[in-house]
């Protein structure tokens, strides 16, 4: 059986970040239960979302423990995303590509469930918000049609990326996610340790969803080995591509991802747990589903 999420495979290495805490041991006497639910992407060999996933279908551990799965069904809850635009001096050459393919997933997401909120930050410089969470398609793209490739600006994802997390964090909706679309190569002149970025996303619960277009050698290996760990244990994805127009493709893929995802509802005896797993009996489905245990 495939799980989600191997934490201890996925764990960034030192001294980038530092493994899961070990497993808190269980008590031997019987505690109360408590429900506590995860978002999970189901998806086929060609990326498309698979539909009619039940409660038969999924599989869950804590800290290696089988725990009871008591619901499963289309996720209701809102879905909150903070969407990061690479707006450094690089992005300038394929700007138009960009705005289109930012405004196809604000488009695509919103045609599935209109009761997302998108919110969208720039991250050239400096992360800053450039459209505040908005339920219309047309107001963000308002604001999509006014991003720039800034002259002589350099890249603060990683600020960006703990800016968004900390947002979505105080957001009622626990059904969160950051998408983000940046430049290969760039220079990355966030100074935030890793262990903090790994931190705002673990409390925030929120699934990171990255693209990288590459026109050339990474220059920036640290910021490649955070996006490559932090997309995976989150229970996102992080691809590359080296045609620009795939930018839009990708985005709305995501978009599909997001908007289609499960609600799973499990038992958790009372006390807290480190590490969750997802996993599934059906065959040529991959899921996705953040490896930090709900609170």
């Avoid at 019987?30 to 279908?57: C, E, H, Q, W, Y």
């Avoid at 703990?162 to 909706?173: E, H, Q, T, V, Y």
């Amino acid at each position: 059986m495939k799980y989600s999420a191997d934490m201890t495979a996925c764990s960034l290495r030192r001294p980038v970040l530092s493994a899961i805490a070990a497993v808190a041991v269980l008590a031997a006497a019987p505690r109360a239960a408590s429900d506590k639910t995860i978002f999970v992407s189901a998806l086929d060999d060609n990326n498309a979302p698979v539909k009619g996933m039940t409660m038969a279908d999924f599989r869950l551990r804590e800290d290696g423990v089988d725990r009871e799965i008591s619901e499963v069904k289309p996720a209701t809850q809102p879905l909150q995303v903070v969407l990061l635009a690479d707006t450094t001096s690089a992005v300038q050459e394929i700007l138009q590509d960009l705005r289109k393919a930012l405004t196809a997933f604000v488009r695509q997401a919103f045609a599935v469930a209109p009761d997302a909120q998108i919110k969208i930050m720039e991250f050239g410089q400096a992360a800053v918000t450039v459209a505040p969470y908005a339920t219309s398609a047309d107001d963000l793209e308002k604001a999509i049609n006014r991003l720039v490739g800034k002259p002589n600006a350099q890249s603060v994802l990683l600020e960006a990326l703990i800016s968004g997390s900390n947002d979505l964090a105080k957001r009622p909706s626990r059904r969160r996610a950051i998408v983000s679309v940046n430049i290969e190569p760039n220079d990355e002149q966030s100074r935030e340790e890793p262990r903090k970025i790994q931190e705002s996303l673990q409390k925030s619960g929120a699934q990171l969803w990255a693209v990288s277009y590459q026109k050339g050698p990474l220059k920036n290996p640290q910021r490649d080995l955070v996006l490559n760990a932090l997309t995976r244990s989150t229970g996102g994805q992080r691809e590359f591509i080296v045609g620009v127009s795939a930018i839009e493709t990708m985005l709305k893929r995501y978009a599909d991802a997001l908007t289609t995802q499960y609600e799973v509802t499990y038992k958790r005896p009372e006390g807290k747990a480190q590490v969750v797993q997802v996993g599934t009996v059906r065959q040529g489905v991959k899921l996705y589903a953040s490896g930090f245990a709900p609170q």
